[in-house]
């Protein structure tokens, strides 16, 4: 018998500065039956969210106000900020670039999503449930290398 995922008890934080396109995205994911939907504008939210009740799933722009969010994640893995260091993070960008994807490879995202491409990648419950890592090489993202030129085993994004 095949089983449905359901994600209505994932509690799921969303936190964008960009408050006119969380709209588009919000109504995907309930789509998907996401249910709990907390929304958050900047670092603060993040930070209090985290003090009171951690999300299981943290979708956030990488650039917002009052803050360094790769810094945050890195906090987050550490088990310096937060109950669980494992927590699914997605980070969104709308200005992609090689920089931006190493930092958030280093920092310990699990997914870095191109904003134009945000309900593309969310329209399949496999891609949320997987949470399919940058540098994993488990599915259809960009090709991971090593990076000769940093001299050490972090992988490199080669672009498409």
Not at 47 to 61: G, N, V, Y
Not at 65 to 89: E, Q, S, W
Not at 93 to 118: F, M
């Amino acid at each position: 018998m095949k089983q449905k995922w359901s994600y209505e008890k994932v509690d799921l934080l969303l936190v964008a500065p960009r408050t006119q396109n969380n709209g588009s995205l919000r109504q995907s994911l309930n789509d998907l039956d996401f249910r709990e939907i907390r929304t958050g504008f900047d670092l603060n939210d993040i930070h209090h969210a985290l003090q009171t009740r951690a999300p299981d799933l943290l979708i956030t722009d990488c650039q917002l106000p009052c803050g360094d969010v790769y810094g945050l994640i890195l906090d987050i893995r550490a088990h310096k900020v937060g109950t669980n260091p494992f927590m699914a993070i997605m980070v969104t960008t709308w200005k992609p670039s090689v920089e931006l994807v190493h930092e958030g490879v280093d920092s310990g995202a699990d997914d870095l999503i191109g904003c134009s491409n945000v309900p593309a990648a969310t329209s399949s419950p496999a891609s949320l449930a997987l949470m399919a890592s940058c540098g994993s090489g488990r599915g259809g993202g960009p090709e991971i290398t090593e990076a000769p030129r940093r001299g050490s085993n972090i992988p490199a994004w080669h672009g498409q």
